[in-house]
C-alpha cells in the first residue's frame, strides 16, 4: 500500500486510472470543520477494502510522468478498485484522466456524505500543487521515516528496467541491495537510470 490511488505488487508501482485520492499529508476538514488526515484515511480504507478479496489484478493502460505503470484493477472477486474507491468518498474521479468515467459514483459519495464529502476538503491535484514546493520527490509513502523502514517498502524483483522505478531513492535501493541493480548503471558511474537521477 503506498497511498489511496497506488499500490505495489511484487515491486511495481501501480497507480489507479481515472481517480485521485487525498495526499499521504492531505487533511481535510470534518462536518465540524476539524481537520482530520483524509490522505491517511483514504489508505486504509483502501487497504481494508484489497484485504477482503484477494489477489488484486491490474490492466495495464500506460505509464505516467513518473514512470510508473497506470491500471485499471479489480480485487479476486471482480469489484473495481476505483470504482469503490471514488463511491465510498475515498478518491475523486479524475475527469482529465477518466474522462467522466466514475461520475456517477461521485456524485452518489457527494449525495451520500460519505468519506471526504461528509465536510470540506481540496481537490487532490490542487493540494499537490499548492504544496508543490515543500514536497520532496524522495519523500517515502505513508511518513515512513528511517532508512530501514524504506528498504522494507523495496523488494529485489529480476528484470527491472529504469521505465519502471519511480524515483532516485527506489533506483539507488535496487543498485545498493539487489545482485542485479548493476544493470541499472550502464556506464558503471555509480549512478543508476540517469533519466530518474
Same mark, same amino acid.
Given at each position: 500500500?503506498?497511498?489511496?490511488? +497506488?499500490?505495489?505488487?511484487?515491486?511495481?508501482?501501480?497507480?489507479?486510472?481515472?481517480?485521485?485520492?487525498? $495526499?499521504? &499529508?492531505?487533511?481535510?476538514?470534518?462536518?465540524?470543520?476539524?481537520?482530520?488526515?483524509?490522505?491517511r484515511?483514504?489508505? $486504509?480504507?483502501?487497504?481494508?477494502? !484489497?484485504?477482503?478479496?484477494?489477489?488484486?489484478q491490474? +490492466?495495464?493502460?500506460?505509464?505516467?510522468?513518473?514512470? &510508473?505503470?497506470?491500471?485499471?484493477?479489480? &480485487?479476486?472477486?471482480?469489484?473495481?478498485?476505483?470504482?469503490?474507491m471514488?463511491?465510498?468518498?475515498?478518491?475523486?474521479?479524475?475527469?482529465?484522466?477518466?474522462?467522466?468515467?466514475?461520475?456517477?459514483?461521485?456524485t452518489?459519495? $457527494? +449525495?451520500? #456524505?460519505?468519506?471526504?464529502?461528509?465536510?470540506?476538503?481540496?481537490?487532490?491535484?490542487?493540494?499537490?500543487?499548492?504544496?508543490?514546493?515543500?514536497?520532496?520527490?524522495? #519523500?517515502?509513502? !505513508?511518513?515512513?521515516?528511517?532508512?530501514?523502514?524504506?528498504?522494507?517498502?523495496?523488494?529485489?524483483?529480476? &528484470?527491472r528496467?529504469? +521505465?519502471?522505478?519511480?524515483?532516485?531513492?527506489?533506483?539507488?535501493?535496487? !543498485?545498493?541491495?539487489?545482485?542485479?541493480?548493476? #544493470?541499472?548503471?550502464?556506464?558503471?558511474?555509480?549512478?543508476?537510470?540517469?533519466?530518474?537521477?
Amino acid at each position: 500500500m503506498i497511498d489511496g490511488d +497506488t499500490i505495489e505488487i511484487h515491486g511495481q508501482r501501480v497507480r489507479f486510472n481515472g481517480i485521485d485520492a487525498p $495526499e499521504s &499529508r492531505q487533511y481535510c476538514n470534518d462536518a465540524s470543520a476539524h481537520q482530520y488526515p483524509c490522505g491517511r484515511r483514504a489508505a $486504509e480504507a483502501l487497504a481494508n477494502f !484489497l484485504a477482503a478479496s484477494q489477489p488484486v489484478q491490474c +490492466t495495464f493502460v500506460s505509464w505516467d510522468r513518473y514512470r &510508473r505503470f497506470v491500471g485499471d484493477c479489480r &480485487r479476486a472477486d471482480g469489484v473495481s478498485v476505483a470504482s469503490w474507491m471514488v463511491e465510498h468518498g475515498q478518491a475523486l474521479d479524475w475527469p482529465r484522466y477518466s474522462h467522466g468515467a466514475y461520475a456517477q459514483q461521485q456524485t452518489n459519495a $457527494e +449525495t451520500a #456524505k460519505v468519506g471526504i464529502w461528509i465536510g470540506t476538503f481540496d481537490n487532490p491535484w490542487d493540494w499537490r500543487e499548492q504544496h508543490a514546493e515543500s514536497a520532496s520527490p524522495a #519523500k517515502s509513502p !505513508l511518513g515512513l521515516v528511517s532508512r530501514r523502514q524504506i528498504a522494507q517498502s523495496y523488494s529485489c524483483q529480476p &528484470r527491472r528496467l529504469c +521505465t519502471q522505478i519511480s524515483s532516485c531513492e527506489e533506483a539507488r535501493w535496487y !543498485l545498493a541491495n539487489c545482485s542485479w541493480g548493476s #544493470k541499472l548503471d550502464r556506464d558503471s558511474d555509480g549512478i543508476p537510470c540517469e533519466g530518474v537521477c
